[in-house]
RNA sequence: GGGUAGGUGGCGGAGUGGUCAAUCGCAGCAGACUGUAAAUCUGUCGUCCUUCGGACUUCGGGGGUUCGAAUCCCUCCCUGCCCA
């Protein structure tokens, strides 16, 4: 058994996922350290901040420093010095961010993805079987298969298409995670977990298409695949419900790229357990940061708010940032001395406000799971 | 003292008779960001008016030529560089 749900039966669930670098309470939340680094911000402050994992991108490390580099390291965990459970993502979003955003930057294939490399432009074949290969070369704890997403404003044939696409590429990444595993003799409790992807944009038959198939293959867990909300930036709850419904709730369920605060709250009531974005480190670095609104529990729609720390009126703003964070920041500095930072271009800029937003996710996170006593 | 290059919007710096309220960069102001091509990108950036529009005042000062001047002429002031 690698995830206990302890309310069985409930949409909202609290449970515990067993990895072989221990076990994480659920719901929780990995910042992304694409490139084997949290941006700007070290392993042993993401750690204080009450992050227990992170994800790694299979496709960005395979093309810096390469797999093998890392595997001499010692693995990507003596590599970048964090200790915990580790994911990493496949590729599959660079299919999507990389080829389907820019069709001059490569193509998919029946054999995988075809990148034009974003470093050199050489030519990079990522195939499922590879994309596997690779995880088990960074020694990760949890690894997802290749897959296709699309954008949501795609047609329905390109997305069935993609759909099935998916469906073959998981297909030859258990074959090849099963060999792999055997090759490297890992058992039961040692093998890293593996997570399949459902695919099927906004059309909820393709959904279900997606998650039949995936099912019959027992993954350790599934992932929302693609994006949860609309061209205009609608929240698809419907979809993001559907999705979880056709899961197994038995396995753990991974929003990968969820999302905001509120995005990450729906996707839970909706029964998902897992996720990732790059939204706290990424809007930290251009400046955004989030406060709780602390009258408000997070059931509630408005229980935080963003400020551009880069704002005027924030110049003689001798207050914190958010008197009720207690991380670096929010403990020793004002909202005038992080605009200056901003406004002089210092990294450390970037780095304590990175460092309050991961924070703050973390903290969500803590509330999602204190607080379902709450849950109506 | 002689020669020479120049003085343009907060700064740097284009433009050298109309299409110039004036390219562009920086700074400023605001916005975006969801499995990271992102310390990035977008908008705005003389003043005033509610606007896709309009009005007004600008290119060192003053005067002039012209239907029309940041651009041409005269004059004054100022700065850099070279020679004494």
Redesign the pocket.
Same mark, same amino acid.
């Given at each position: 058994m690698k995830w206990q749900q302890k309310n069985k039966g409930e949409k909202r669930r609290y449970g515990t996922l067993f990895t072989r670098k221990g076990s994480i309470s659920t719901p929780f939340f990995m910042?992304?350290?694409?490139?084997a680094a949290?941006?700007?911000v070290l392993p042993q402050e993401i750690r204080s901040a009450g992050i227990e994992a992170l994800?790694?991108?299979t496709?960005?490390l395979f093309l810096q420093p390469g797999e093998t580099l890392i595997a001499r390291a010692g693995g990507v965990h003596q590599f970048m010095d964090w200790d915990g459970p580790i994911l990493s993502? @496949?590729?599959?979003?660079?299919?999507? @961010?990389?080829i389907h955003?820019?069709p001059?930057?490569g193509r998919v294939t029946e054999e995988g993805a075809e990148f034009k490399s974003?470093l050199d432009g050489s030519k990079k074949m990522l195939t499922p079987e590879r994309a596997l290969q690779i995880q088990f070369d960074l020694g990760v704890d949890m690894m997802?298969?290749?897959?296709?997403?699309r954008p949501n404003d795609a047609p329905e044939n390109e997305v069935l298409a993609a759909v099935d696409r998916t469906t073959m590429f998981a297909e030859r990444s258990k074959k090849e995670y099963d060999r792999q595993c055997q090759q490297r003799g890992f058992t039961e409790a040692t093998r890293p977990l593996l997570?399949g992807?459902v695919?099927g944009g906004v059309f909820p038959d393709l959904r279900e298409r997606s998650a039949k198939a995936l099912c019959a293959m027992s993954f350790d867990g599934y992932?929302f695949?693609?994006?949860?909300?609309d061209g205009e930036?609608n929240?698809l709850e419907d979809i993001v419900s559907h999705t979880a419904s056709l899961l197994p709730d038995t396995v753990p369920r991974f929003a990968?790229?969820?999302?905001?605060p509120k995005?990450?709250v729906r996707f839970f009531s909706a029964g998902w357990d897992m996720f990732?974005?790059?939204?706290?480190?990424?809007?930290g670095?251009?400046?955004?940061l989030f406060v709780w609104k602390d009258t408000l529990t997070i059931w509630e729609d408005d229980f935080y708010e963003?400020i551009?720390i880069?704002?005027?009126?924030y110049?003689e703003d001798f207050s914190s940032i958010d008197s009720t964070c207690d991380c670096e920041l929010c403990t020793r500095h004002t909202r005038a001395y992080l605009r200056h930072l901003f406004?002089v @271009?210092d990294?450390l800029a970037?780095r304590l406000a @990175?460092l309050h937003n991961v924070r703050f996710y973390a903290r969500l996170m803590e509330r999602l799971r204190e607080e379902k006593e709450n849950t109506a």
């Open positions: 910042p992304d350290a694409t490139r949290v941006r700007g994800v790694v991108n496709y960005h993502d @496949s590729g599959g979003y660079q299919v999507y @961010s990389l955003r820019h001059e930057m974003v997802v298969v290749l897959d296709d997403p997570f992807v695919q992932g695949g693609g994006r949860h909300i930036g929240f990968l790229g969820v999302g905001t995005d990450i990732d974005c790059v939204i706290p480190t990424r809007e670095r251009h400046g955004r963003t551009n880069t704002n005027e009126q110049t406004k @271009s990294p970037l @990175s």
